[in-house]
């Protein structure tokens, strides 16, 4: 009878041990096009498409939350990486990123900006994580011709 309740009493020592405690505070995607051509961000997986239209110059921001304890993970816009993303540059150029990606882009916009690098840079405003993506002239350059429409 006394094993049974040391039993009992560790099994519910270890399920308040193993509750993780879970902290939700907001944060923001931020995709910055410092180009000067309007874009298209497209980012999309099997069930998944979400599209982002940039005027030059301006930025968008994709306001979610990201939930932290033993791991870290967002919701701002989309949840993980999705396998594919494009950037359109006006009906001239676009950028391609596959997941995993045959490219030689060190930057991935369809990428979990939480993970680190693929082009997202943290900071912090008022206790608000933001994570940003910047388009540059470089992305414009090294984007593939469209040769007549990019649709």
């Not at 306001?63 to 033993?70: F, K, Q």
């Not at 979990?112 to 470089?138: A, L």
Request: hydrophobic share 35%; charged share 25%; glycine share 10%.
């Amino acid at each position: 009878m006394i094993m049974k309740n040391i039993l009992v009493l560790c099994l519910i020592f270890a399920s308040i041990s193993c509750k993780e405690n879970l902290t939700e505070h907001p944060s923001i995607r931020r995709i910055v096009n410092g180009t000067e051509v309007n874009v298209r961000v497209e980012v999309f997986g099997d069930d998944q498409k979400f599209i982002y239209n940039i005027i030059a110059g301006d930025s968008f921001d994709i306001e979610g939350i990201c939930t932290s304890g033993i791991e870290t993970y967002c919701d701002l816009g989309w949840v993980t990486s999705l396998a594919n993303g494009r950037i359109f540059f006006g009906n001239e150029k676009v950028q391609v990123f596959g997941y995993p990606s045959g490219n030689n882009y060190e930057k991935f916009i369809n990428a979990d900006p939480i993970s680190g690098g693929y082009g997202y840079v943290r900071s912090n405003e008022n206790g608000i994580d933001i994570y940003t993506y910047r388009i540059t002239p470089e992305d414009y350059d090294m984007a593939e011709d469209c040769d007549g429409g990019c649709d």
